[in-house]
């Protein structure tokens, strides 16, 4: 086959060949036992598995458009058995054990796997319910805000520190019950965008204050008037007129969300169990105290 490119992708299974070798994710009899009936080839003891050559297969002739002829089976089976000789010495040379690349996708390659399995199962409807009502802080979209704000602009040739001070002063009237108004009429410099006077998802808010602001005026109760926050914009006061929590979604609104969470979980539990396993069985000493 003169074109390289089935051939590379082939051998490009080497390295995760190896890993799956290293995991016990391939089977190995007995020397000079006969294949077994999913197998086409045997390598040393390592079997070749029907199930990776039928891949490979069907996506060298994908890439080449050509009929699964004998040459393009044989070509298949032989790029098969290099990349096996190649992951068997591999293993030989300890690179499972040495090379860092090749343990980290040993270790991902088995997570791979363990949180695969755990994500095959498909939860019934009554279990998403009872997740997603167990988890309804998760789930919940962010509340809405309705602010005022008097905005205290810091010219590009001023003096920062004075633009701070005549903030810092609307902060105290403010505190001190003046109307926002008049107090925006002596400290306060003309905003690009005024805040609307309506209740606003903080995504919405983030245009018209930046996201600095936003993350004072999220941390303030209703009716309290924040220190001046300082933003590349200006200063920044702020006062919570009403506040509107959290609210979780309707469930169907977001079934897709809760599945996708729920197998997260899922997957992150059974590889903690499987991890807790892997420790009951092996000896593991530590140093103590650790340097």
Do not use: C
């Amino acid at each position: 086959m003169n074109d390289r490119r089935p051939t590379l992708l082939l051998l490009a299974g080497a390295a995760a060949g190896v890993v799956a070798a290293a995991a016990g994710l391939v089977s190995a009899p007995e020397e000079g036992a006969r294949l077994p009936a999913d197998a086409v080839a045997r390598v040393n003891t390592t079997v070749v598995r029907r199930e990776d050559y039928d891949r490979l297969l069907a996506a060298a002739a994908q890439d080449r458009r050509l009929p699964l002829d004998a040459a393009m089976r044989r070509h298949v089976v032989d790029r098969l058995i290099d990349e096996e000789l190649l992951v068997q010495r591999g293993l030989d040379l300890g690179l499972a054990s040495s090379d860092r690349k090749v343990r980290a996708d040993l270790a991902m390659a088995v997570i791979g796997a363990v949180t695969e399995e755990s994500g095959e199962d498909q939860p019934s409807d009554d279990d998403l319910r009872r997740f997603y009502q167990a988890n309804a802080d998760f789930f919940a979209g962010p509340g809405r805000l309705r602010l005022e704000q008097i905005f205290v602009r810091v010219p590009s040739d001023g003096d920062p520190a004075a633009a701070q001070e005549r903030a810092r002063q609307a902060a105290e009237r403010l505190r001190a019950g003046e109307a926002v108004a008049a107090v925006r009429e002596e400290f306060g410099d003309r905003e690009f965008a005024p805040v609307p006077d309506a209740l606003l998802p903080p995504a919405k808010l983030r245009d018209y204050i930046g996201p600095t602001a936003l993350q004072a005026a999220l941390a303030l109760d209703q009716g309290e008037v924040g220190e001046p926050v300082r933003s590349s914009m200006g200063f920044h006061v702020l006062r919570v007129l009403e506040r509107q929590p959290d609210a979780a979604p309707p469930f169907e609104s977001v079934r897709a969300q809760v599945l996708g969470e729920y197998r997260r979980r899922a997957g992150e539990a059974a590889l903690r169990g499987y991890l807790d396993e892997l420790r009951e069985r092996a000896e593991v000493v530590v140093v103590e105290p650790l340097p």
